[in-house]
Structure formats: structure tokens, C-alpha cells
């Protein structure tokens, strides 16, 4: 069988090491790294030579956000996330990412290891309990950003330049010196674009337009 050449994250160094000396009993993983942060993981992968980066990922984990930098280092990289939680927006934003894989932290020893050989593979493994709460989670979100971009069409190029740095939190004056215009002049945009969105705040305005992936 193929050697496969695993790179591990988790922030409890306990949990990491535990599983890399779990692991390492198997005559076809080896075991290149076993890290507790998400610069450790990237220097690794940016290295040496890595099949999978099995990750530990919850909602604030800086593992979860690690996932485009990992695939931009090494595009043939395969991403598996280790879960301690079932939150479904965790786990769509962990597919986003580039996540090939989502496992459950209790997950036994033989499931762990038939899902590191499946990832190998080139296949993606999803709890099946999980994978319509994920589908339906991925459609809503589809169906908002469309909903949130039919407004956005009307505003004019210069309407949208304001608003995407309105999104980046530029503030007023911040934008007149970014788009070359006066402050006055920003103040009459942001009017028409709340005006065209059906808005009253700036905030408002904002989260839609994050809705839409602007920002």
C-alpha cells in the first residue's frame, strides 16, 4: 500500500500527540508532524512533502481558516477535519475551505483510518447524519447570496467601488482619499446605495452586501 504522509493540528498537544503515536502503529501512514499551531502546519506543508493535513477545526479555530493557504502551498494537499462539535455552519464553512473530509473527534480508530485511505483516494467522506443538514445548510446560503446580489445590480460601478470599502470598514474619509472624491460625495453614494437596497443604516447595507460576498 501506499505510504501515506500525514501532518496532524490540534491546539491540545495531549490529543496530537496521542493520535500521531496512534497512528504511527500503522505500517502505511507516517507521521511527518504533529503541531499545535496553524503557522507550524503551514511551515510543514511548505517543506516537505504531504499527503493529507488532518486538522482539528471548531468555529473560532485558527485550523479551520488555515485551509486555502494550505491548498494555495501545496495544491495536491488533502484536507480532513477533526470535530469536536456538529455545528453545520462549522462544518460547511470547513468544505469551503477546502475540507475533504469531516470527522467526528470520538470517531473510532478503523473509521479514522478507512476515511484517511478513502480522502487518499480522491473521494469525500461526510457523516452521513450530517451530509443533508450540510446540503440544506450550503443551499440556503446559495439562495441568500442570490437573494442579497439582486439589489446590488442597480447600484453603479462607482456606487459598488463605496460600498465594497464600506464592507472592508473604510470609514468616510478613509474612502474619499481611496476613490479620489470628497467626503460630501461619499455622503450622497452611501445615500443612494442605502436608497437602492431598501436600507436604513450603513450597517444594514453592509450585511447585505456580505451576504453577497462583497467585502
Keep these: 500500500m501506499h505510504e501515506i504522509r500525514v501532518v496532524l493540528g490540534d491546539e491540545q498537544r495531549s490529543f496530537v500527540e496521542a493520535l500521531a503515536m496512534r497512528l504511527e502503529q500503522e505500517p502505511f501512514i507516517r507521521v511527518v508532524a504533529a503541531v499545535t499551531r496553524p503557522e507550524e502546519v503551514l511551515r510543514v506543508v511548505r517543506a516537505q512533502p504531504v499527503d493529507l493535513a488532518v486538522l482539528t477545526v471548531d468555529r473560532h479555530g485558527g485550523l479551520l481558516d488555515l485551509g486555502p493557504r494550505l491548498s494555495a502551498a501545496r495544491p495536491e494537499l488533502k484536507l480532513v477535519g477533526v470535530a469536536g462539535t456538529d455545528d453545520t455552519a462549522t462544518m460547511a464553512r470547513a468544505v469551503q475551505a477546502g475540507f475533504r473530509a469531516w470527522i467526528p473527534k470520538d470517531v473510532g480508530i478503523c473509521v479514522l483510518l478507512d476515511v484517511l485511505q478513502a480522502v487518499c483516494?480522491?473521494?469525500?467522506?461526510?457523516?452521513?447524519?450530517?451530509?443533508?443538514?450540510?446540503?440544506?445548510?450550503?443551499?440556503?446560503?446559495?439562495?441568500?447570496?442570490?437573494?442579497?446580489?439582486?439589489?446590488?445590480?442597480?447600484?453603479?460601478?462607482?456606487?459598488?467601488?463605496?460600498?465594497?470599502?464600506?464592507?472592508?470598514?473604510?470609514?468616510?474619509?478613509?474612502?474619499?482619499?481611496?476613490?479620489?472624491?470628497?467626503?460630501?460625495?461619499?455622503?450622497?453614494?452611501?445615500?443612494?446605495?442605502?436608497?437602492?437596497?431598501?436600507?436604513?443604516?450603513?450597517?444594514?447595507?453592509?450585511?447585505?452586501?456580505?451576504?453577497?460576498?462583497?467585502?
Design 121 to 215: 483516494r480522491g473521494e469525500t467522506w461526510i457523516p452521513p447524519g450530517l451530509l443533508t443538514l450540510l446540503l440544506e445548510h450550503l443551499l440556503t446560503e446559495q439562495e441568500q447570496k442570490r437573494r442579497a446580489e439582486e439589489p446590488l445590480a442597480a447600484l453603479t460601478a462607482r456606487e459598488q467601488q463605496v460600498l465594497r470599502a464600506m464592507s472592508s470598514g473604510a470609514t468616510r474619509d478613509e474612502i474619499a482619499r481611496q476613490l479620489c472624491i470628497s467626503g460630501n460625495t461619499v455622503r450622497t453614494h452611501t445615500q443612494s446605495i442605502l436608497t437602492k437596497l431598501g436600507v436604513h443604516t450603513s450597517l444594514a447595507a453592509v450585511t447585505l452586501a456580505r451576504r453577497a460576498g462583497v467585502g
